[in-house]
């Protein structure tokens, strides 16, 4: 209740993502708090394929986190998702304080009540120039990627490491309330990671972690190569999930020695 009992949305269009996907979202800073950043994976690849399959069964029109209307899936499970990379791409410090900035506004205030886009302006100033267009995907389209790691190979080098290699496949695509896509040009950051254990699968924590970055991914298929000191059993492209994928599955993929 932390939320709708400080700000009361108006009575329109995205009024629940001021509730329901900032209690997310904050629900979720408690759990990284609590559990470290690898190991909310599986919480966000849960999120997703509920989304994915709730948007399947859509009757009406699925409309963009600003504009929702009391559709469960899409303030929930895409405002988790949503939250969690504005946090990740543009990063916490800006993201809470468009939030801060919202409460000292807004909190505890009679009418005129806040709505989504006052919080998507809040944050446009807070991000700057270049995560505008981030913003608008996120919060203002239907957004999917469709994003795969396959060939993976690792081979040992004289000096006892291993040259590591995949295949990335990734696409695009914007869909409108009925679910029609249409392709668009893809040149983002996405993140890129190398393992000894399967992330979200028992076993895995943060030790399993031998490579992680963030590397500019273009449409079509990009061969990535990673050196590892110690044999990794998988790799993937956005491991965690944070994106919303139009498959969570193929994200990642096992390593076949070289």
């Given amino acids: 209740q932390w939320w709708a009992h400080?700000?009361?949305?108006?009575?329109?269009?995205?009024s629940t993502l001021l509730s329901e996907s900032f209690a997310q979202y904050g629900?979720?800073?408690?759990?990284e708090k609590l559990y470290g950043a690898p190991m909310m994976r599986k919480f966000l690849k849960v999120s997703l394929d509920r989304y994915l399959r709730a948007r399947g069964g859509e009757v009406v029109e699925e409309l963009p986190l600003v504009r929702v209307e009391n559709q469960p899936y899409v303030h929930y499970e895409k405002g988790a998702l949503t939250m969690w990379w504005a946090k990740e791409a543009i990063g916490e410090d800006k993201v809470n304080r468009a939030l801060q900035r919202l409460l000292e506004r807004y909190a505890f205030k009679p009418a005129p009540y806040p709505n989504a886009a006052d919080f998507v302006k809040l944050l446009r100033e807070e991000a700057g120039p270049q995560h505008?267009?981030?913003i608008t995907d996120l919060f203002e389209n239907i957004t999917l990627y469709d994003m795969k790691a396959s060939d993976a190979t690792a081979t040992k080098r004289a000096d006892g490491k291993y040259t590591v290699?995949?295949?990335?496949?990734?696409?695009?695509?914007?869909?409108?309330?009925?679910?029609v896509e249409r392709e668009a040009p893809l040149d983002e950051m996405f993140e890129l990671g190398v393992f000894d254990a399967e992330p979200g699968k028992k076993g895995f924590s943060e030790r399993s972690v031998i490579s992680f970055e963030r590397r500019a991914l273009k449409g079509g298929k990009t061969v990535v190569e990673f050196v590892a000191d110690r044999l990794p059993t998988h790799v993937g492209v956005d491991p965690y999930n944070k994106r919303i994928d139009r498959n969570?599955?193929?994200?990642?993929?096992?390593?076949?020695?070289g």
């Fill in 165 to 179: 290699r995949f295949t990335v496949t990734g696409r695009k695509l914007y869909a409108d309330g009925k679910g």
């Fill in 132 to 134: 505008q267009q981030l």
């Fill in 27 to 31: 629900a979720m800073l408690v759990m």
């Fill in 6 to 14: 400080q700000v009361i949305g108006a009575d329109q269009q995205g």
């Fill in 248 to 257: 969570s599955d193929d994200n990642l993929a096992k390593v076949a020695a």
